[in-house]
């Protein structure tokens, strides 16, 4: 039992209030939980009730980490998972964060995998298997992977590829325009095939390119 004697704002910032037990600093709390919880001076708290503010509190704190990860980008729902587990929390809390994140539709490996193609064709053209062990690194489900990478040419992926690299290497002869491209090509996980064709492609539309402008 102890009795609530003091709520302070914390110092280094307002979104935390410090609860003090009797007389004594006992513990930082979320203000949002302090709200939720209708503390307030004078309180008596049982130890059932203060271990019950520590668990909520815990909680918040897990599902705060989570929420500031996921807004730099989409993640995959392992990603989250091994952030959380880094961050010192325990598996029942990180199932609960987990489960309260896809009920709000802000965690979904579906929607992740879609996320990371769209991204990777528009910066970084990749080929098909290189996307998908990407997202299976990731943790995506192989059946979400399917789904996502079936629709996609890798030759088709390789000629984008290859034009924004073509523009900073389209002066060179063509053996070491080939070389260059090649591996260029080879990084993003193209097949042998899918180099020499797209190679091909481009240099002649380099040259027919020239051509016109020479007229």
């Known amino acids: 039992m ?3 004697t003091a709520l302070k704002v914390n110092k280094r910032t307002d979104k935390k209030i410090n609860m003090y037990l009797d007389g004594k ?9 302090a709200v939720k919880e209708g503390l307030k001076i004078g309180q008596e708290l ?9 668990k909520n509190i815990a ?20 990603e989250i998972k091994e952030r959380l587990r880094r961050r010192g929390f325990e598996g029942t809390l990180i199932e609960i964060v987990i489960n309260k994140l896809k009920e709000n539709n802000l965690l979904n490996d579906t929607a992740f995998a ?3 193609k769209e991204n990777r064709n528009t910066f970084r053209p990749t080929s098909k298997n ?3 062990m990407e997202l299976r690194n990731k943790g995506v489900a192989d059946a ?19 034009l924004s690299k073509a523009k900073s290497i389209s002066h060179l002869e063509y053996n070491i325009f080939y070389r260059r491209m090649s591996y260029h090509l080879k990084r993003r996980g193209f097949s042998y095939s899918i180099i020499v064709q797209t190679i091909k492609k481009v240099w002649q539309e380099l040259a027919e390119s020239s051509e016109k402008g020479s007229i």
């Open 25 to 33: 600093f006992a513990i930082s709390i979320d203000a949002e939980v």
């Open 2 to 4: 102890g009795r609530i």
């Open 130 to 132: 290189l996307t998908r």
């Open 114 to 116: 879609q996320f990371w």
């Open 46 to 54: 049982s130890i059932d009730k203060i271990e019950d503010l520590m």
């Open 59 to 78: 909680l918040a704190r897990c599902f705060n980490t989570a929420y500031r990860y996921l807004s730099y980008r989409p993640r995959s729902e392992m």
């Open 144 to 162: 979400i992977i399917d789904e996502i990478t079936e629709q996609t040419d890798d030759l088709e992926t390789a000629y984008h590829a290859a």
